[in-house]
Nanobody, 122 residues
Framework: VQLQASGGGLVQAGGSLRLSCIASGLDLDLNDIGWFRQAPGKEREWVSAIIRGASRRHYADSVKGRVTISRDGEHTVYLQMNSLKPEDTAVYYC?????????????????WGQGTLVTVSS
């Protein structure tokens, strides 16, 4: 199993980015995908999760209304981020596994991607 996050970059405040997570070897009908981020000097925080088969989607309060998580095909999950703010600047990671009801906890996932940097300029 391998998770690969991509799509980060430099964007001005108010702009949009779409992050991708390709989960090779992971059946998304049976596994959950979570997105996390870590800003410089801060702890990692959960951003969003899509529960197996896209039956449920969850968002952190800090991004709710600006971010949409979706699934495309068998192995790809997107994180569409709109109305970006400078405080969204962070390295974004995707994680996969069967996490049940604890989709906000990094350690509950079984697989993790390498991260993609999002920088939002003011």
């Amino acid at each position: 199993v391998q998770l690969q996050a991509s799509g980060g970059g430099l964007v001005q405040a108010g702009g949009s980015l779409r992050l991708s997570c390709i989960a090779s070897g992971l059946d998304l009908d049976l596994n959950d995908i979570g997105w996390f981020r870590q800003a410089p000097g801060k702890e990692r925080e959960w951003v969003s999760a899509i529960i197996r088969g896209a039956s449920r989607r969850h968002y952190a309060d800090s991004v709710k209304g600006r971010v949409t998580i979706s699934r495309d095909g068998e192995h790809t999950v997107y994180l569409q981020m709109n109305s970006l703010k400078p405080e969204d600047t962070a390295v974004y990671y995707c994680a996969g596994g069967v996490v049940g009801s604890v989709w906000t906890l990094w350690d509950e996932y079984d697989y993790w991607g390498q991260g993609t940097l999002v920088t939002v300029s003011s």
